[in-house]
């Protein structure tokens, strides 16, 4: 048994990459706007399936897929100004931003229906085939998927750290207040997080329509998981989301295969909430503590 | 004087009857009209599935009333969107219910929809539930009054396939199948019809979370147990991720699976995945070239252009085409008594769509046949009845 463990922690990274890739999408857009953007998946399945109409007109697949990220991005900005930002003033904002994120999941489903149909739309793959890893086969495209989660969270990283912009937004992220006096404007702060956030929400999404074809409710279940692997990793952190993610799938995997395929939610999970028991903000989250 | 108190009593006697009448009158029901109610997923997860039962229904119905009506009465559905949700079903039949209401509610989708709606539907209000899609063994044992069904039992399936992978040589089986008692016991169904049929032959069960979409652990242990046979008993996602998973690790080995992943969608997310899978199907395929399905499909044509011929319309169809027949068979006032009864005269009736089919006082579920279906050349070809199954 212990001979398949490899195995299973690899497959189990390649399937946690898309969790990994939407878990940092949401933490880039909560950390700059106090939103836990519900719909994230939702935005990325539409822009999808603009991409599946210039698909079935001829697009070849990257240059569709490059739109699709920079349409997902953009209808986050579109949505952060017109349904986020009117409440931002609100003193119950999260809460507010929450719902709003939730029911807008169900509007782009509803959306979806009307301009789509209810069928299922077959996604190509980015790369066919497989590699044999540890006497397993992976499909070159999860790992391809597994590569960019990780250039992403790199990538994001140093955004965040090195550049002048990425310092920008976390002052932003810490206290509009002070951002705006030393000459931060918010709203761009705002714009940018909710573009890149979509943009990683929609490729991540690519990538499951690849592995089970493009529907309107595709995200329903997936970020059931994406959220246990915000708040495992920490949801103020960065790399804390895309290890929560990576970590959800290899624990998904480990439970199936010496537990039971039965029992992989009850483990996954209580292994969550005993972690969440000792440490409240995730792994690699920090506290934050609210003056009262 | 007297003859004006007459005119009165006679006409407040009058009254009062027209009064009994009414009150004793059922729903959804005029000289003129039949009401038919029907509710599925019209939005949500299964949207797909619900509005192909939908339009089915539709295009029978409006074939049936272009052609004069039935009865003497003309035939109108009431569509509901109950949006796969149960609460959601519920408030949709007390809408249908509201004013008028309805006389029958026919092809509801789906099993957990139709659990909800029938204790209001069937017990209280007494309104005749007829051909749901889904449905459970205690829905029809003992038979309920006003419960009719067409969709195989889960058990029917399990001894359908058992029997079925017995019989194409497989000694050694896996049953996958979703976690839950009702899925555990089409498991074990399959496991005794095999056993039976494969003398000598060993089985072993594996429950499956529902929702599921990493099959690397299944798959290795497929690997591990090396069965001759696997039958599955899981969605129709799943049963893409499995198959697609098994092929990815070179596991070539014959699968049986049930009626719910006969669908155009297993195939256009399978791929080549799904190739030479099999399975036990309802009814016959949407592109059969016989009388029953080339009218089925000028139907669809004519009342739904934008629909293509697919399973889950063909069963809203066949399973309307069942009732309606019923309808003709009333000879005098149509009741929910005199559909009862017209149901009972239903021996073997062969709808062209369904196994033949059969009601009666102590039969509410009308067939347990199953054919065989398969997937070649990325279609669908549906075979003839399972031998051994029950027509």
Redesign the interface.
């Known amino acids: 048994m212990l001979a398949d463990l490899p195995a299973l922690i690899l497959a189990g990274l390649a399937s946690g990459s898309t969790y990994a890739l939407l878990a940092l999408g949401l933490v880039i857009i909560f950390r700059s706007t106090d939103t836990v953007n519900f719909a994230l998946g939702h935005i990325g399945v539409l822009a999808l399936y603009g991409m599946t109409t210039a698909l079935a007109h001829g697009m070849p697949l990257v240059p569709g897929l490059l739109l699709a990220v920079l349409g997902g991005g953009a209808i986050g900005v579109g949505i952060e100004r017109f349904l986020i930002r009117p409440f931002s003033a609100r003193p119950n904002f999260p809460f507010l931003a929450l719902v709003v994120t939730i029911g807008l999941s169900f509007l782009i489903q509803a959306a979806i229906g009307a301009i789509w149909g209810h069928v299922s739309v077959r996604v190509p793959v980015l790369v066919v085939g497989t590699v044999r890893v540890a006497g397993f086969a992976l499909a070159w495209n999860k790992l391809v998927a597994a590569g960019i989660a990780l250039a992403a969270m790199a990538l994001v990283a140093g955004f965040f750290e090195r550049t002048a912009l990425g310092t920008s937004m976390r002052a932003a992220a810490e206290d509009h207040f002070a951002a705006r006096v030393v000459g931060l404007d918010p709203h761009f702060v705002a714009r940018l997080a909710w573009f890149l956030g979509c943009a990683l929400g929609t490729l991540a999404t690519f990538f499951l329509a690849s592995e089970l074809s493009l529907t309107a409710s595709l995200p329903d279940s997936p970020m059931f998981r994406v959220f246990a692997g915000v708040f495992l990793g920490g949801l103020s952190s960065m790399p804390g989301a895309v290890a929560g993610g990576f970590a959800i799938g290899v624990l998904d995997n480990l439970a199936g295969a010496y537990v039971s395929p039965n029992f992989r939610d009850t483990v996954v999970f209580g292994v969550i909430l005993l972690i969440l028991f000792l440490r409240p903000a995730g792994l690699l989250g920090t506290a934050v503590r609210a003056r009262v | 004087m007297i003859a004006s108190r007459r005119a009165v009593l006679a006409g407040l006697a009058g009254s009062l009857g027209a009064r009994a009448a009414f009150a004793e009158a059922e729903k959804g029901i005029d000289d003129k009209e039949i009401v038919l109610g029907t509710m599925g997923g019209l939005?949500?997860?299964l949207?797909?599935d619900g509005?192909g039962i939908r339009d089915g229904t539709a295009a029978l119905l409006n074939a049936v009333n272009d052609r004069g009506g039935v009865a003497g009465h003309k035939l109108r559905l009431v569509s509901e969107d109950n949006a796969y949700s149960a609460p959601q079903a519920l408030a949709a039949v007390r809408r249908m219910m509201s004013g008028n209401g309805i006389f029958a509610l026919i092809n509801g989708h789906a099993t957990p929809q139709l659990a909800a709606v029938l204790p209001y539907l069937v017990d209280q209000q007494k309104v005749p539930v007829f051909g749901g899609y889904g449905g459970l063994a205690e829905w029809y044992n003992p038979p309920r009054p006003g419960l009719f069904g067409l969709y195989p039992l889960g058990d029917d399936q399990g001894r359908a396939l058992g029997a079925w992978a017995a019989r194409d040589g497989a000694q050694k089986l896996l049953v996958l199948h979703i976690?839950g008692n009702v899925y555990q016991r089409s498991g074990l169904v399959a496991d005794s019809s095999f056993r039976a049929a494969a003398k000598g032959g060993s089985v072993e069960l594996?429950?499956?979370?529902f929702?599921?979409?990493?099959y690397?652990?299944?798959a290795?242990?497929i690997a591990q147990t090396r069965p001759d046979a696997l039958i599955v008993m899981l969605s129709e996602?799943e049963t893409?991720?499995l198959t697609?998973e098994m092929r990815?690790?070179?596991l070539a080995m014959p699968v049986y699976a049930w009626v719910p992943i006969v669908t155009q969608?297993l195939i256009?997310?399978g791929?080549p995945n799904v190739e030479g899978l099999k399975a036990t199907s309802m009814i016959v395929a949407p592109d059969a070239d016989t009388p029953a399905v080339r009218e089925y499909r000028a139907d669809l044509a004519k009342y739904f252009p934008d629909d293509k011929p697919e399973f889950f319309s063909l069963f809203g169809y066949g399973s309307t085409k069942v009732f309606v027949e019923a309808l003709r068979r009333i000879g005098g006032p149509v009741t929910h008594e005199a559909l009862y009864q017209a149901l009972y005269t239903l021996k073997d009736y062969d709808s062209g769509i369904f196994a033949p089919i059969t009601f009666s006082p102590e039969q509410h579920h009308g067939t347990k046949g199953l054919f065989q279906a398969t997937i070649k050349d990325g279609k669908w070809q549906v075979g003839s009845l399972i031998e051994g199954t029950p027509a």
Do not use: E, H, Y
């Open positions: 939005t949500g997860p949207a797909s509005i976690d594996q429950p499956i979370k929702g599921t979409s990493d690397a652990p299944v290795i242990k996602v893409v991720l697609k990815a690790q070179s969608d256009v997310k791929g």
